[in-house]
C-alpha cells in the first residue's frame, strides 16, 4: 500500500449522532473506496455521549482520578468504533478495530488534554494488508505511563490529523454537520455568511473554535497537513491549507438547512 492510496475520515458526533447513523457512515467510507484503495475512519462518540458519560462517573465518584475518568469518558468513542467495524462488516466491506494501545498511540500532557506525540506506523499498516477499512476511535490516547490520556474536548480531529500525518495520508477529511467553514456561524440571524473554499491555516485558527480548534489547525500547520471540512456525501469541501483563503462563487456558499457550525 502506498500512502497516496489512503484516505483518513473523521465521523464527528454531530454526523455519527446515534447507533441509526452507522449506514450513513458505512455509505460514506463505500464511496470513498471507490476513489481510495484504503480508508482509515476515525470516530468521534455518538452525539452527546461524552457528557453523559461525564456526568455518570461524577455521580459515581466526586473526585476520580483522572487516569479513570479518561478511561471512562472514552467509552463513548470504543462503542461507536466497534458499531460502525460491525455495519462496515455487515455491508461487505473488509473491515477491522484497532485500539489505541494495539497501535501503542501515546500521548503526553495532562490526563485530560494530552497530545498525540507517537504511533506504531507498522501496526495500521500490517491491518490493511488483509482490510480496506481500518476504524479506530479518536480522542483517547496512552500516556508515556502507559495509563489512559484524553486529548481534550474535540481532540477525534487531533487523531485523525495526527495519523494522517504518521501515515503519510493523501487526504484527512472531517466530516462534520456543517458543509464546510462559513466566515462567521451559520446559524446566527441576519444575513447568511459566505464559505471558504480554502482557508489558509493562519485564518482557519482565527475563526475559533465553533468548528475546528485553534491549536489542531496549528498542528496541522506545524506537520504540513491539509484537512478538507465537509459534510457526508458532499461533492466539495473546505479546504484548510496552504493557499490563500478564498470564498465559492456566489451561488455555491449556501449553509446547509442544518445550519450548525459544529
Excluded at 495526527?162 to 446566527?188: N, Q, V, Y
Aim: hydrophobic letters at 40%; glycine letters at 12%; a neutral charge.
Amino acid at each position: 500500500m502506498t500512502s497516496q492510496s489512503l484516505v483518513v475520515l473523521k465521523f464527528g458526533g454531530s454526523v455519527l449522532t446515534d447507533p441509526g447513523s452507522i449506514p450513513n457512515a458505512v455509505r460514506e467510507i463505500a464511496r470513498h473506496l471507490a476513489s481510495y484503495d484504503r480508508v482509515l475512519a476515525v470516530v468521534s462518540a455518538f452525539k452527546g455521549q461524552t457528557d453523559l458519560l461525564e456526568r455518570a462517573a461524577l455521580d459515581l465518584c466526586p473526585d476520580p482520578s483522572p487516569d479513570a475518568l479518561a478511561f471512562y469518558m472514552g467509552l463513548g468513542e470504543l462503542r461507536a468504533a466497534g458499531e460502525l467495524t460491525l455495519g462496515l462488516q455487515g455491508a461487505g466491506i473488509a473491515a477491522t478495530l484497532r485500539m489505541p494501545w494495539e497501535v501503542s498511540f501515546l500521548s503526553s500532557g495532562s490526563p485530560l488534554g494530552a497530545v498525540p506525540v507517537a504511533v506504531a506506523r507498522h501496526a495500521f499498516f500490517d491491518a490493511f494488508k488483509s482490510h480496506r477499512a481500518v476504524v479506530f476511535p479518536g480522542f483517547l490516547g496512552r500516556g508515556l505511563d502507559g495509563r489512559p490520556q484524553l486529548l481534550g474536548r474535540g481532540g477525534s480531529d487531533l487523531t485523525a490529523i495526527f495519523l494522517a500525518a504518521e501515515l503519510g495520508a493523501a487526504r484527512c477529511l472531517l466530516l462534520k454537520e456543517a458543509p464546510g467553514l462559513f466566515e462567521w456561524d451559520p446559524s446566527r440571524e441576519g444575513r447568511r455568511p459566505r464559505r471558504y473554499r480554502t482557508i489558509s491555516w493562519e485564518d482557519a485558527a482565527c475563526l475559533g473554535g465553533g468548528v475546528l480548534r485553534p491549536a489542531d489547525v496549528e498542528y496541522a500547520r506545524s506537520r504540513s497537513v491539509i484537512i478538507e471540512v465537509a459534510t457526508l456525501g458532499a461533492s466539495s469541501s473546505t479546504v484548510v491549507g496552504p493557499e490563500e483563503s478564498r470564498f465559492d462563487p456566489a451561488g455555491e456558499s449556501q449553509p446547509s438547512e442544518r445550519g450548525s457550525h459544529s
